[in-house]
């Protein structure tokens, strides 16, 4: 049964910093890709950024290019987000997400069936 745990959330001021953690479970990682969306209250869910985990490829929205980075750790089947320069239009649930590895990285939360409970993640002004 795959698992994914994210961790990380919490509560900072615009301009600092959060890194997230997704640690997946029940899954061959490097079979998968690893994707980050969020949601905000009354809103879509939306595509973050996303990692090949055998290529190492990675996907960023443009929203958070420059700010956000995404990279994976095989030894600890770790996903990392790591959040700078938080803009309070980043609050949102942050969740982490896999699927069976495809030819190029998806933004479509679709084509992700598994799914972690989700981080918060609040970014006051």
């Known amino acids: 049964q795959v698992r994914l745990v994210e961790s990380g959330g919490g509560l900072v001021q615009a301009g600092g910093s959060l890194r997230l953690s997704c640690v997946a479970s029940?899954?061959?990682?490097?079979?998968?890709?690893m994707a980050w969306f969020r949601q905000a209250p009354g809103k879509e869910r939306e595509f973050v950024g996303a990692?090949?985990?055998?290529?190492?490829?990675?996907l960023l929205a443009d929203s958070v290019k420059g700010r956000f980075t995404i990279s994976r750790d095989t030894a600890k089947n770790t996903v990392a987000l790591q959040m700078s320069s938080l803009k309070p239009e980043d609050t949102a649930v942050y969740y982490c997400?896999?699927?069976?590895?495809?030819?190029?990285?998806?933004?479509?939360?679709?084509?992700?069936?598994?799914w972690g409970q989700g981080t918060q993640v609040t970014v006051s002004s």
């Open positions: 997400a896999a699927a069976w590895t495809r030819r190029q990285l998806s933004v479509n939360s679709n084509q992700y069936p598994s």
């Open positions: 029940g899954l061959t990682v490097f079979n998968h890709d």
């Open positions: 990692i090949s985990w055998s290529r190492g490829g990675t």
